[in-house]
């Protein structure tokens, strides 16, 4: 009995593919899926042999054999008759959630793998939706209708973005459309709700009445999605750490270098220097017999704050403003070139780095630090003014304790 469902399973499958290349026969060896929505039908490659886990996912999800669902979703093709409910015109369009809300998942999240070869470089582009975070993978993918690189793992340097941290857009590219981009450009079009309050759901529903997979050749034939998934799955958060923690090591070594190279060219400043332990670096250039405050003291800071090539980003002085080409007329005009006020205790709501820097000096100190990224503005920067892992120099004066 065993043996005849057996060989009638293998039939059936061998006839659905026949039935495929029939259809598509210009479709080369691989995995691929087939969305054929009231709109039209699209195809897309899928990229099981680079982004695994990721691929086994979906292709579980869509023939209803995925290990992890929860039990409403168990033994059902899950993408079938569900609707693209998110649609962006000029970026994507996104579906994969059951309630239509943007909400729902199947039960689970996962972390998705990636590979550095794909990027969201292109319309068409097959790639995860997640809530902000690698592990906040579940059933909901976007297919992009412009390049949107700023959504990929690696920067444009290559290097892996800190995707565990907050606003940092992180998505896994699975797949590319091969067939029916105009249908995706057609659905990108379509009148949604009201996009003024970023309720991008269409009017009328988008709805993929089936998610098919194509399986051409005898190695996408024998891709078994939920054992590959179960067999991955835990590997790829512990991969994204080990590189995560290899390009830490990598920019601190940059960083130690470049304190270096910061302390060698302002040797001609003889002050005294701190060398702290924490790699933050910094060279009095004027120290006072001013007071030294007290931790409930509040005290008011001038400082200047430069790139490592010396462009100056921000400043206090509006002398400093206008030597660096950078000032601010409208900020001039209202008198907003002044001393910040801060409490000198480890409270005090600036980068570590400036932070120690502060609590090393007395009123009418003077001094040059240098705060190397991870104690700066971190692994993401502060968009749109200090980009990723960027070393910072900052000239410092404690100008007095506040009133």
Known sequence: MIKKALTTFIILVVLANISCQEKYPNLEDGLYAEFVTNKGTMVAELYYEDVPVTVANFVALAEGNHPMVSEEYKG???????????????????????TATGMGDPGYKFAADFN??????????????????????GSQF?????????????????????????????????????KGLEVQDSISNVKVIDPARRNHKPVEDVIITELNI?????????????KVFEEGMPKVEAEFTRIKEEAKKEAEEKAKIAKEEFLKKNEELTGRRIESPTGMAMIFTHESDGVQPKSTDRVN???????????????????????NGKLDERQAQSGQYKPFTMPYNETASLVAGFREAMLNMKVGDKARVFIPYYLGYGDAGRAPLIPPKTNLVFDIEIAGIAE
């Open 214 to 226: 194509i399986r051409i050749g005898k190695d996408a034939k024998f891709f078994d999605a939920p």
């Open 142 to 178: 976007f297919i992009t209708e412009l390049p949107i690189q700023r959504l990929d793992f690696f920067d444009a340097e290559g290097n892996l973005k800190p995707c565990d941290q907050p606003r940092v857009s992180c998505h896994s590219v699975f797949g590319k459309l091969v």
């Open 301 to 323: 800071i001038d400082c200047a704050g430069y790139f490592e090539n010396g462009e100056l980003f921000w400043t206090t002085w509006e002398e400093v403003a206008k030597k």
């Open 76 to 98: 059902k093709r899950y993408y079938d008759s569900v609707t693209f409910h998110r649609v962006i015109d000029k970026f994507m369009i996104q579906g994969g959630d059951p």
């Open 116 to 137: 550095k070869k794909y990027s969201h470089d292109a319309p068409g582009m097959l790639s995860m939706a997640n809530g902000g975070n690698i592990n906040t993978n």
